[in-house]
Each structure stands twice: as structure tokens, then as C-alpha cells.
């Protein structure tokens, strides 16, 4: 059972910037594509973004957080970042990281191959 752990959230006003980081002891991260979702209040859960295994070549960003959210992985930290920038007070959410073994973030569903989630650490973009 893999258990991932994210942190980095908080709050911050609106323009701010926040760093998120999913990371896991047990096993390595490298063979996993991990995706970032995200919740709020009374709306659905929402796939922001996602990186593939291994190298991470392929990434994947929902049109609402394009050009804002960077997604990087440290394999030699086990950690997956999802850096975040010019914060939005419709960022506010629940944000959530998942594994996908051997996954290529291709899928138009994210969720549907995921194989582990995290707990999730909350994000609120208030002045």
C-alpha cells in the first residue's frame, strides 16, 4: 500500500504563490505518474494536473491552471511539486495527489487509472 503524503499548503492573497509536494517513504515515486486534483466546496473533483513516469516527459494542466501550475518531479528526492503561481481565489480547494503505476497521464479521465491517493492539504486564496 502506498501512502503519499502531501504538503505545502496554506494561505495566501490573491497574485501569491504556493509549492505543493507529494512524497511517500516506502517506495519509490519514479515508477508512478502522479496527478494533482483538486476539490471544493459543492463542485466536483477536478484533475489540475498530471507527469509521467520515470523521466516525466509528458505533463498534462487543466485549462484553468495553464500557465500558472508547474508540475516537476525529484526522483532522487521521491517527491512530485506542483508550484503554483498567480493564485486565484477560485484555487481555493482541497488539493490532492495520486500514483498511477507506470502511467502516462494520456488518460482524458485521470482519476479512472489511479491506483493510490493522498490525503490532501487544503489551499485557500483569500485577500
Known amino acids: 500500500q502506498l501512502q503519499l503524503v502531501e504538503s505545502g499548503g496554506g494561505s495566501v492573497q490573491p497574485g501569491g504563490s504556493l509549492r505543493l ?5 516506502q517506495y519509490t515515486l519514479e515508477n508512478y505518474a502522479i ?3 483538486r476539490q471544493a466546496p459543492g463542485k466536483v473533483r477536478e484533475g489540475v494536473s498530471c507527469i ?5 516527459r509528458t505533463t498534462y494542466y487543466a485549462e484553468s491552471v495553464r500557465g500558472r501550475f508547474t508540475v516537476f ?3 532522487a ?3 512530485v511539486y506542483l ?3 498567480t493564485l486565484k481565489p477560485e484555487d481555493t ?3 490532492s495527489c495520486a500514483a498511477d503505476l507506470f502511467g502516462d497521464c494520456q488518460d482524458d479521465d485521470l482519476s479512472r487509472s489511479i491506483d493510490y491517493w493522498g490525503q490532501g492539504t487544503q489551499v485557500t ?3
Not at 509536494?21 to 517513504?25: D, F, H, L, N, P
Request: glycine share 4%; net charge negative; charged share 20%.
Open 93 to 95: 480547494a482541497v488539493y
Open 35 to 37: 496527478a494533482w486534483f
Open 83 to 85: 508550484e503554483m503561481n
Open 77 to 79: 528526492e521521491n517527491t
Open 73 to 75: 518531479r525529484d526522483n
Open 52 to 56: 509521467s513516469h520515470s523521466d516525466g
Open 125 to 127: 486564496v483569500s485577500s
Open 21 to 25: 509536494s507529494c512524497a511517500t517513504s
